[in-house]
């Protein structure tokens, strides 16, 4: 096995589901220690982490809620402890919630700014000393087609995602002249639990089955009518880490089937 990170910590948020698990595992077959964060039941939790540390990395779990500044300072601080430092940094929790403007309930509204966006600036500027301290850094903002095309009735999201390709670029661009590098992943349509209820919502509501869903689901906006994997997403993750990559800067780099090709 090629173990290209060993010896480097990656913490990836929002990583007991879906793709930021995807991510982890990519992460950690290539010898990186791994820092999990998000939200689940404890045992399923556990359950990942010592699958994960089978691939012989050493894998460490925090459950800070990254709406929540003071627990994101505690994340980073967990992992400095743990590993002596964050070198990789995925940053990847995000929720959804599909509403008209008028109907979106500022709750939501507020909670996907602080998880998809702002959680974002407080991990990268916690992080950011260390990387500098030691000149190199990989910073993977996991955004979507989102952050690059809009959709109806998902105002919040579509903010917040562009607003990180923004940041991505703007942090490029201070860490420009130095080995830490930032860039955005921006996925079209995963099957993860976020998508899942998107899925199954729209069953309910055009009271067609799930199977069928799906296929229009895809069918709207993904030319290549294929889902997108975590494991794929994890492999372009692997790739920005190593020295090949260490001059792409600032991109938003699309795995979306053709999505925004439109
Ligand atoms: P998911 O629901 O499977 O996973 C989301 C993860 O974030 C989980 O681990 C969850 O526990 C965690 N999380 C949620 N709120 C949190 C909080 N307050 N604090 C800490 N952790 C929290 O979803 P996913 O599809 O894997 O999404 C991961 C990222 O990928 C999100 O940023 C999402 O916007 C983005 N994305 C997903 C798709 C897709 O099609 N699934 C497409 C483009 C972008």
């Not at 995925?90 to 509204?109: D, R, T, Y």
């Not at 602080?114 to 000149?135: C, E, Q, V």
């Not at 002249?177 to 069953?203: E, H, M, S």
């Amino acid at each position: 096995m090629n173990m290209s990170l060993k010896n480097k910590t990656a913490l990836i948020t929002g990583s007991t589901s879906g793709i930021g698990l995807g991510i982890a595992i990519e992460l950690a077959k290539q010898g990186a220690n791994i820092v999990l964060n998000g939200f689940g039941d404890a045992a399923i939790i556990e359950a990942a982490r010592s699958e994960i540390a089978k691939l012989g990395a050493k894998v460490a779990y925090h459950g800070a809620d990254m709406s929540k500044p003071p627990e994101i300072e505690q994340l980073i601080a967990f992992a400095v402890k743990e590993f002596g430092m964050v070198d990789i940094l995925v940053n990847n929790a995000g929720i959804q919630h599909v509403s008209s403007v008028e109907n979106f309930p500022v709750e939501k509204w507020d909670a996907i700014i602080a998880i998809n966006l702002s959680s974002a600036f407080h991990t990268t500027r916690l992080a950011m000393p260390g990387m500098r301290a030691k000149n190199w850094g990989r910073i993977i903002n996991v955004v979507s087609a989102h952050g690059l095309v809009a959709s109806k009735d998902k105002s919040a999201y579509v903010a917040a995602k562009h607003g990180l390709v923004g940041f991505t670029k703007s942090v490029a661009l201070e860490t420009a002249t130095t080995g830490i590098t930032v860039n955005a992943i921006c996925p079209g349509w995963v099957l993860t639990p976020l998508v899942q209820k998107q899925i199954d919502d729209r069953a309910k509501r055009e009271g067609i089955s799930v199977d069928q869903a799906s296929k229009d689901l895809l069918g709207e906006k993904q030319p290549s009518l294929q889902f997108t994997t975590p494991q794929q997403l994890g492999e372009l993750a692997v790739f920005l880490c190593q020295d090949a990559a260490a001059n792409v800067r600032g991109q938003a780099w699309a795995v979306d089937g053709g999505w925004t090709a439109q």
